[in-house]
């Protein structure tokens, strides 16, 4: 079970850290990724990070988000930086390639 929070409600420019928590140890072994689905899109993959560590980003985040797991915690994290309003999107943690999903964790870069 995947369990996002840590969305909200941000002006733009702003920062947030969403936060996934996992029942079991599988992040520290498995590729996983945050996911984004916006109003009317498809969800996509913006931030992935390999079971070795190694992290890639969609060119639309890259350079403004981060993420980074703790696994004694079994948590995975997005810090998001320079938020904009197209960023506005429910979140979601999953595999690669991804298993059930959570519910997610909304988003909104608005002033």
């Known amino acids: 079970q995947l369990v996002e929070s840590g969305g909200g409600l941000v002006q733009p420019g702003g920062s947030l850290r969403l936060s996934c928590a996992a029942s079991?140890?599988?992040?520290?072994?498995?590729?996983m990724g945050w996911y984004r689905q916006a109003p009317g899109k498809q969800r996509e993959l913006v931030a992935l990070?390999?079971?070795?560590?190694?992290?890639n980003y969609a060119d639309s985040v890259k350079g403004r988000f981060t993420i980074s797991r703790n696994n004694a915690k079994n948590t995975v994290y997005l810090q998001m930086n320079s938020l904009k309003p197209e960023d506005t999107a429910v979140y979601y943690c999953?595999?690669?390639?991804?298993?059930?999903w959570g519910q997610g964790t909304q988003v909104t870069v608005s002033s």
């Open positions: 990070m390999l079971g070795g560590g190694a992290t």
């Open positions: 999953n595999l690669i390639p991804p298993l059930t």
């Open positions: 079991g140890s599988i992040f520290s072994i498995n590729n």
